[in-house]
């Protein structure tokens, strides 16, 4: 039996968000980690099917006729059939914190054989804080037996806020279709005992899979856009995520970290129906990046909401040429903060940031 | 007997650069994987101290009175009393990389206890490309066992050519003399077991310790600055040079990787003399740095000589204001390429980059 502290951390301040379209068995395998916390499961998929949940586990359920129910005409920007439905969770949350993860991502083990409490990590990474303006060496300064290495400047040494934090996986790597067709065996087999910085300015890959989030501070802006049911393409949602929420952060001066902690992950998609998928992102994904990569965002974009709305605009007129679903989706981002405004009626103001993130 | 392969990589294409003061006998531990390499050793200090190399060991060596004799006049750009003079060694090289490492490094061990080959895995590190224009989350993604991720733009995953690798240190971390003071004791002990590109746009900390680099495509910009002896200023040699490479890889389309290969690292130098040599850098580093955060280099800088040359009046122009020092050292760049050119006639020639990693 894995250990876990007798008060876990944040244990009345953050939810668990787990998207799923079958019965919660993988969680307990969790149940020494998750177990005292709140779940918040978003049920994909046919809303008469009953998913079971096991015992002892303190969770609320929402199904697509609840999201209609809840959201109404809005409920428009929450995909179907597609794990995108998941940041629904997120806005139906009154917690500061988020961690979500997939129902085929299991307890992995450190080096040394122990289970991974992967939560715990990720909290600590959310509750330290991030340095994305030069470069550490020897990765995260905060963590105990680590510093800043010579040469790095003193004025940076306090950081900034934590947004997110990207947890990896162990097994089976987060591959797009073509390379899962090409490497059909490889599985990611390498522990690295890292966690750092994503530097202000550089786009990454976000994975939904295990992802921890502070959500007063960048809650709006973790849309996972339309995805699945009725859309062109799939397997997008934390990609689109990820380089909005970067761009965002790199302009509140918010910090985005990735390495630890790994899952494992179970077992791979498959390719074929991935590829389907997939291929008009892997194609857009060419105009989308040097979009996110020139994006700016205006001084007075000073609270997440503002951001984002933005941002929207600029997709509308910049990625409205590529296809006419980014005008579409360019709409759902409106939509989403308007029903994201709805259900959290002080957020608005809670998210305006302190002196010490000011917009850069 | 640590085991090394029978043909060792880039034999004849690539010298080690060691400065030193005294006699070479860490380099018996290094044996299995140097003695087939060409050593160029820099002797700093007082010329008629005979430095005693282990026998076996194929070398030339360079004493201050020889430096003097080769470049005359010009000899005022490198430094003395300071392990800066190593980049002398970077200049008289004919080979196509270099390594070079402090006679204080060890062979560190790997986290199964074998012996670290650290020169090996630079060679891989420079033979691999780079991807600095987008992060890779599974790290470095030319690596076996390892890939791009979903998400990472096809377009980029042929990378750039790597200039530069930068090697870790266990046991003694790189810290400044105020960190060497608050945490005497701390050790570094996590092996991390990665290879990343920094990204474009972000600036590091880089060690000259443990660092190897492609001559040819950046060894002009390797100039390790004015420090020491009738100088303001030391221990920000290898910084200095870390600053400059990396505005200029950064135009010129060029990678710089850090992480993998270890060395072990066996003593803390002195902190109080430390603190003396570094106490103006400290101070001038917050300015330095937003000055390399913000250089650009116009188009025509196609050469890694022009960008240097260009940097130099850049460095006159705005830093010459922070202190005199540094219109000493723009005039001491500029001698540094004159001597560099004067040595290798054809290099600057050589240098223009092929259509592959052209300025952008």
């Known amino acids: 039996m894995a250990s876990t502290p007798s008060l876990p951390l944040l244990k009345d301040e953050l939810d668990i968000v787990i998207p799923t379209i079958r019965n919660l068995d993988f969680l307990e395998m969790w149940r020494p980690f998750f177990e005292k916390y709140h779940l918040i499961i978003v049920q994909d998929g046919d809303p008469t099917k009953v998913i079971k949940v096991p015992e002892g586990f303190d969770y609320e359920l929402y199904n697509r006729n609840d999201i209609n129910r809840i959201l109404g005409p809005k409920a428009s920007c929450i995909s179907f059939k597609d794990s995108a439905c998941r940041c629904f969770g997120y806005m139906v949350s009154k917690k500061k914190y988020i961690y979500t993860i997939d129902d085929d991502c299991f307890v992995a083990k450190d080096p040394t054989g122990k289970d991974i409490n992967a939560l715990e990590q990720h909290i600590k990474n959310l509750l330290s804080p991030s340095s994305p303006f030069f470069f550490n060496t020897l990765y995260d300064p905060y963590r105990e037996g680590a510093d800043f290495v010579r040469g790095y400047p003193f004025s940076l040494r306090e950081g900034v806020p934590t947004a997110v934090s990207h947890g990896l996986w162990l097994n089976i790597p987060d591959y797009d279709a073509p390379t899962q067709l090409v490497k059909p065996l490889e599985r990611n087999t390498r522990y690295v005992d890292a966690v750092m910085t994503i530097p202000k300015g550089t786009l990454f890959p976000m994975c939904g899979m295990n992802l921890a989030f502070n959500r007063e501070i960048i809650g709006p802006a973790m849309y996972f856009g339309l995805m699945g049911d009725g859309q062109p393409i799939g397997r997008y949602d934390d990609m689109w995520a990820g380089w909005c929420i970067k761009v965002i952060c790199d302009h509140l001066g918010l910090g985005v970290k990735t390495g630890l902690p790994y899952i ?17 992102g892997i194609y857009w994904q060419e105009e989308l990046i040097p979009f996110f990569q020139s994006a700016t965002l205006p001084k007075d ?60």
Chains 1, 2 share one sequence.
């Open 301 to 360: 974009c000073t609270t997440v909401q503002k951001c984002y709305i933005e941002l929207s605009k600029q997709v509308k007129a910049k990625l409205g040429k590529v296809d006419d679903y980014f005008i579409k989706l360019a709409d759902a981002m409106v939509t989403w903060i308007e029903a994201w405004d709805e259900l959290n009626p002080s957020a608005e103001k809670s998210t305006e940031l302190p002196n010490g993130a000011a917009a850069k």
């Open 264 to 280: 494992w992950h179970s077992k791979a998609s498959n390719p074929f129906v991935n590829l389907k998928k997939e291929y008009k």
